[in-house]
């Protein structure tokens, strides 16, 4: 399978990769704007299956054609997307910056739309897309103070992932969303420095790289928690 991960230079997203990349029948591209960081994920493949290529997400909207033609130079086809990149500012909404809140709307929310329109032509009929929102963004859940702009963002991404499902019926390709509780990650302990997660990010990676594979058996157009508790 040809699979496309974004924020694969650490956390989850990493995980996830060096998950799929033990079956040598996995062809993974890691995507995120560290080429450093990138390149040692990469170069721990023991089945060297791992390729990489940097793109700063924030700025992907003015370029996109840019995208398309990079990984087409690395897939022809593609079977599984998770997007997976975040970002995320721990501030109360009255302090948020438009920098910041305009940041974290254009990579968690815009930049995925953009990967998808733009790889439309190459993904194949029965592939997956997997968006990764947060509990943050699941309605109905608990808002914590500090996390306005990020849980909208999340929300926003969980919402048009329903609409896609159903846009994409006809291609027959599936679109489902993960909501995440927390893991283990750099994001997670710079935001909120000292908390410890309930699952570490080895062990989430795992269950997205493994739902990205089966998910799409029996799900299409569904918003899924993924968390020990539902606050």
């Known amino acids: ?32 704007r560290d080429n450093e960081k990138l390149a040692k994920v990469s170069d721990k493949s023991s089945n060297r299956n791992i390729c990489h290529l940097a793109i700063d997400l924030r700025d992907i909207h003015k370029n996109p054609d840019l995208l ?17 990149a975040g970002t995320l500012f721990n501030r109360k909404f ?7 809140a305009r940041e974290m709307m254009e990579v968690n929310f815009f930049a995925p739309m953009v ?9 194949k009929s029965n592939a997956h ?6 509990m943050g963004g699941y309605q109905g859940s608990a808002k914590f103070p500090g996390l306005s702009y990020y849980s909208a963002s999340k929300a926003a991404l969980a919402c048009i992932t ?4 159903g846009e994409l019926q006809e291609k027959k390709i599936f679109v489902n969303c993960l909501a995440l509780g927390s ?49």
């Open 1 to 32: 399978m040809n699979i496309i991960i974004t924020g694969g230079s650490n956390g989850i997203g990493k995980q996830a990769a060096q998950h799929l990349a033990n079956d040598r029948n996995n062809n993974i591209l890691i995507i995120g």
């Open 68 to 84: 398309r033609v990079s990984i087409e130079k690395i897939f022809k086809s593609v079977d599984v997307l998770i997007n997976n």
């Open 94 to 100: 009255s302090e948020t910056t438009e920098e910041e």
């Open 115 to 123: 990967i998808i329109r733009s790889l439309l032509p190459i993904i």
């Open 129 to 134: 897309i997997v968006n990764i929102s947060s």
């Open 162 to 165: 329903e609409c896609l499902a």
């Open 183 to 231: 893991a283990g990650t750099e994001m997670l302990e710079k935001a909120f420095p000292g908390y410890q997660a309930p699952v570490t990010a080895e062990e989430m990676g795992k269950f997205v790289a493994d739902f990205a594979l089966n998910g799409c058996r029996f799900f299409n157009g569904k918003i899924l928690p993924v968390a020990l508790i539902t606050p």
